[in-house]
Nanobody
Framework: QVQPVESGGGLVQPGGSLRLSCAAS????????VGWYRQAPGKERELVAS???????NYADSVKGRFTISRGNAENTVYLQMNSLKPEDTAVYYC????????????????WGQGTQVTVSA
């Protein structure tokens, strides 16, 4: 079973930046889409950004212009660059290996990482 591994979370002040990484085998990443999700306490998990196998990206309205999803040069890592962070961005961030179809990302139920905590606070 493939399990992505997230890293890069931490505590940052409002207005700061973090870059999250999601790593898995190169074969998987090169063939599938990848999505970054987040889940805040008491809230449902939400999709914040996705990237297809050919590099097309989509973002939630709440992060457009602040977050950027990209693939690493070796194509075995997907990044989420987060700038101008706000307290409401505080959550556990997860990546998922799934599929993209007609502009939408569909997660695979078995391909979740363990998550990385992002806390935005002064």
């Amino acid at each position: 079973q493939v399990q992505p591994v997230e890293s890069g979370g931490g505590l940052v002040q409002p207005g700061g930046s973090l870059r999250l990484s999601c790593a898995a085998s190169g074969t998987i990443f090169s063939s599938y889409a990848v999505g970054w999700y987040r889940q805040a306490p008491g809230k449902e998990r939400e999709l914040v950004a996705s990237i297809t196998n050919n590099g097309s990206t989509n973002y939630a309205d709440s992060v457009k212009g602040r977050f950027t999803i990209s693939r690493g040069n070796a194509e075995n890592t997907v990044y989420l660059q987060m700038n101008s962070l706000k307290p409401e961005d505080t959550a556990v961030y997860y990546c998922n290996i799934g599929v993209a179809y007609s502009g939408s990302f569909y997660s695979h139920p078995n391909y979740w990482g363990q998550g990385t905590q992002v806390t935005v606070s002064a």
